[in-house]
């Protein structure tokens, strides 16, 4: 049995963990219907204390597709800008989207917005409420649980998604390896006041052995990140706010005059990635699924996109709109793009870290490459704020098969990711369409406002799941049971 038929569909989907990942995923199955199921096993409290601070472009989209963006950008402090290895400034102004820089928000701030919204859709929270293992065949997944107390308790589910983090217990009970190394080491996190407010907004930089990054939260405090080559010490080991302004004013030749600490912290950071994003009807999602170097604040980024991914994929075939087959996507779409944040954030790491003259030559030669050739300079604009990634399509699909949608106007003076809202599928044509069935809310259909002739299938996350450029109400209609799910009798 599939989880589109017999019981499976009465069974709900139990996600673990409750960071940014698992909330925007829990929240997504809940508003499109499925019954959802989140275990956590910390207390219900939202941490004030998080390593993540920046949101990028294509994660703000995927939150105005949710109706979100708003109260995130309220919450955090928008930066048009970035400075690079002391003289290379990226100029995010000019990214060909509607968030058209990065926000620099704490996780805690994301997570008290998702929170809510998976809370108003119906997602039954359990706190105090540890994963333990699970049992799965043919027709679902048995979670055996801990919950307060230490009492034991089994759990029946559709599908179960591990979001749960760098340790994740639902990798381990699948069996997955987590290959990979640690890359850096005794990396120190500090929010603090500063006596001295800096003169650009993020500032980045290496001296030798020391790197510092400096960023507003926007509330009088800013976020530190340093890290000296020469001092390799356990994670155990205590900070002081002493450790943080001598490192910082090896890399900036300042410290701003820092004072107030209210959080001081140190870690090591990995590359690592699971070989598969699923085992039967388990997935892995965010930190769970892969880790690499806070370079270019693409962590939180990559999981949440990993949910938006991953979310219309399970309703569809929850509700029994869609093969079972489309949730092996997931894997062939995230994971590439998973192991290229690999290799781009820690490019950016040993760049910056620079020392023998061959790769200073190498940074150096980048540097000047980005600096001055526009297509390039898109090009790691496009990965690192996520707008540039493109999905596999098939083959003989049309070019814009995989895109990501940009903010399309609509005719009526509406845009794509309103139309977008309530995880629907958004159908833009040339002239109007009527369907000859009904869709009910899995489907919006709209003209375009220029006079564009290209008929467009927009999917939930925002990326193009069909297009051609002429097209009769058949060939729509096909493309419509194909990817939306067959049409119900009006």
């Known amino acids: 049995m599939n989880g589109t038929t017999g019981t499976a569909t009465t069974l709900p989907v139990v996600v673990v963990g409750s960071g940014p990942t698992g909330l925007l995923l829990a929240g997504d199955l809940a508003a499109a219907g499925v019954r959802v199921t989140l275990l956590e096993k910390r207390p219900h409290r939202i941490s004030n204390l998080s390593r993540a601070f920046v949101l990028h472009a294509r994660t703000l989209e995927q939150f105005d597709a949710r109706g979100l963006a708003d109260d995130i950008e309220a919450a955090g402090r928008p930066l048009d800008r970035l400075r690079l290895f002391g003289r290379l400034t990226i100029d995010l102004g000019t990214l060909p989207s509607r968030y058209n820089h990065l926000l620099v928000i704490p996780q805690y701030e994301v997570e008290k917005v998702l929170e809510r919204r998976a809370a108003a859709a119906g997602v039954d929270f359990r706190y105090e409420t540890e994963f333990v293992s699970l049992a799965q065949d043919a027709a679902g997944v048995t979670v055996r649980t801990r919950g307060p107390g230490g009492a034991s308790g089994e759990l029946p589910a559709a599908y179960v998604v591990g979001a749960d983090g760098m340790r994740s217990t639902v990798r381990d009970a699948i069996g997955l390896p987590f290959p990979g190394e640690s890359v850096i080491r005794s990396v120190v996190l500090a929010d603090v006041r500063l006596a001295e407010e800096p003169e650009n907004p993020l500032i980045v930089n290496t001296v030798g052995d020391a790197f510092a990054l400096v960023a507003p939260f926007g509330d009088g405090y800013h976020r530190v990140v340093a890290w000296n080559r020469a001092r390799d010490v356990p994670d155990h080991e205590p900070v002081g ?35 598969a994003y699923r085992v039967g009807r388990v997935f892995l999602a965010g930190d769970a699924a892969h880790v690499h170097t806070p370079a270019g604040g693409q962590g939180m980024n990559t999981g949440l996109q990993d949910a938006a991914n991953l979310s219309w994929k399970l309703a569809q075939v929850v509700h029994g709109h869609a093969d079972p087959a489309l949730l092996d996507t997931y894997q062939t779409e995230r994971h590439p793009v998973g192991k290229a944040v690999l290799r781009s954030s820690g490019g950016i790491v040993r760049l910056a870290m620079a020392k023998r003259l061959r790769t200073l030559l190498l940074r150096a030669g980048i540097t000047a490459v980005l600096d001055l050739a526009g297509p390039a300079r898109r090009k790691a604009i496009g990965r690192i704020t996520g707008i540039g990634y493109r999905y596999p399509a098939p083959r003989g699909s049309h070019p814009l098969t995989g895109v990501r949608a940009p903010d399309l106007a609509l005719a009526g003076g509406g845009r794509l990711y309103e139309a977008l809202r309530g995880g629907r599928f958004v159908l833009v044509t040339p002239e109007a369409y009527e369907e000859p069935g009904a869709r009910g809310d899995r489907l919006a259909v709209a003209r375009w406002a220029s006079g564009r002739r290209t008929a467009l299938l927009v999917r939930p996350d925002g990326y193009v799941a069909w297009a051609a450029d002429t097209a009769g109400s058949a060939a729509i209609e096909a493309a419509l049971t194909a990817h939306v799910g067959p049409a119900e009798t009006r």
């Open 241 to 275: 706010l002493d450790e943080v302004r001598e490192v910082t004013r090896l890399a900036l030749g300042r410290d701003y005059g820092m004072h107030d600490a209210r959080w001081l912290s140190r870690f090591h950071s990995d590359e690592r990635q699971v070989p």
